[in-house]
Structure formats: structure tokens, C-alpha cells
């Protein structure tokens, strides 16, 4: 089955520090893989994607994430947490169904707390 | 360029009422998708309409739940009769080339 984890329901780091949000993927063929960031009452927002080329792929608001393929990961990582970084992470990915058309499957969610 | 609108933004009903979400995509984006989002996980695809046609509606509780886009631009989403566990926040979101998606505000209902 395809699916999407997010092991971490919740992610605590004091501002300043380096923060890594966990991802791991379950799909055939592939991926196409999304991080998106939903603040209170908002809607989700995009922050980065991984399609092709380089396993290290630079997003919004200094965020970037690493794909690896061997261990079927797409951890979200910052070198500096803010305290305004903290919100809700999702982590998602494309899949195709007949048709040829696409969908994203998102995983629960991980709430990212950065404190001062 | 505008975002996606979304309205209302909050609703409150009670159960085996009926309720109706509206959603304006980004100009041009021929893709739009109206999604269940439930408090604490993440967000459930309920249907996928590429222009007018729906490509998508597998997860769409066809009993209750209802959704149209005439014209290819708007949308509505309605529920009918409520149960007390639709209570979610129901997102729209809208997508240019099916790769990328951008979400509206979403709106939250609350079904007492």
C-alpha cells in the first residue's frame, strides 16, 4: 500500500538549534514528495519538493530536505530553528492512479515546537 | 496573483442538518481538490475534478456528501444530512500542472 509516516507526533528544539522533522515513504515506482507547513487556522502552505536530480533539495523560509532513497526517507531539516517556525509539518506523496492522473497521500502530520 | 478563497470560513450546525462549502481556485488552474482534514491527522483527499469532470471521488462519502464545479471554476461541497463526525476543517485546493498544490484557508465545521 502507499502511504506516508511521520513517526514523530511532536518535535521540541530550543531556537537557535538545528531541527529535523522525519519522514519516511511507502510507494511504487518513483516519488514525488512534498513538505507542506500549516499554521493555526491557515491553510497548508508549500515548502518544498523533491522530483528528480539532487538528493538535497532548498525550500521556503531556509528549510530543506533530504531524499534518501535507500532508506525510503524525506527528513525536513533547518540548520537554525526559529520560534516562528513553529506549526504543523506535513509531509506527502504523489501517487498516480488510471487515468494518469495524481493525487497526494499525506502522512498525520508533526508538530514542530521551537522554543526560546 | 489571489490565493484560494474559501467560504464560509466557520460553520456550526446540528447533526442531520445541511451545510455547503464554496471554493474560488487560482485563475487558470484547471485542477482542484476539496479535501477532509480531521484534528490530529493529516488531510484525506474526498474529490478531484480536472476542469468540470470529477477524476477523483473514491473517498467521497456519496451518501452525504455532494460536490459539483460548474463551469470549471468554482466549486461547492455539501453535506446532507451532518453527522457529528464530519465535524473537520474541509480544504480546497487548486493545481496548475497536478504536481503542485496550493490550499486555501479551509473552512472548520463544528456539527453539534
Known amino acids: 500500500a502507499q502511504s506516508v509516516a511521520q513517526p514523530e ?22 516519488p514525488y514528495l512534498f513538505w507542506y507547513v500549516q499554521y493555526p487556522n491557515r491553510g497548508l502552505q508549500f515548502l518544498l519538493k ?38 504543523l509539518y506535513f509531509c506527502a506523496v504523489r501517487v498516480r492512479f488510471s487515468g494518469g492522473y495524481n493525487k497526494l497521500i499525506f502522512g498525520a502530520g508533526t508538530r514542530l515546537a521551537v522554543h526560546p | 496573483e489571489a490565493g484560494v478563497a474559501q467560504s464560509p470560513r466557520y460553520k456550526i450546525i446540528e447533526k442531520r442538518q445541511s451545510v455547503a462549502f464554496w471554493c474560488n481556485p487560482i485563475s ?3 485542477t482542484l481538490y476539496w479535501y477532509q482534514q480531521i484534528l490530529g491527522q ?7 475534478f480536472q476542469n468540470n469532470g470529477v477524476v477523483d471521488d ?16 468554482d466549486s461547492t461541497l455539501k453535506i446532507q444530512p451532518a453527522k457529528l463526525e464530519d465535524s473537520a476543517v474541509y480544504l480546497c485546493a487548486s493545481s496548475l500542472d497536478g504536481i503542485e498544490q496550493y490550499f486555501g484557508p479551509g473552512t472548520r465545521l463544528t456539527v453539534t
Not at chain 1, 18 to 24: G, H
Not at chain 2, 42 to 48: A, C, F, V, W
Open chain 2, 42 to 48: 493529516g488531510p484525506k483527499l474526498l474529490i478531484q
Open chain 2, 58 to 73: 473514491s473517498q467521497l462519502p456519496k451518501d452525504r456528501f455532494s460536490a459539483e464545479r460548474l463551469k470549471g471554476v
Open chain 2, 28 to 30: 487558470g488552474h484547471a
Open chain 1, 50 to 87: 523533491y522530483i528528480t536530480g539532487d538528493n538535497l533539495v532548498k525550500g521556503s523560509y531556509g528549510f530543506e530536505a533530504e531524499f534518501n532513497k535507500s532508506q525510503t526517507s524525506f527528513h525536513l531539516k533547518k540548520p537554525s530553528a526559529l520560534v516562528s517556525d513553529s506549526a
Open chain 1, 9 to 30: 507526533d511532536q518535535v521540541n528544539v530550543a531556537e537557535g538549534n538545528p531541527l529535523t522533522v522525519k519522514c519516511t515513504y511507502s510507494v511504487s515506482g518513483n
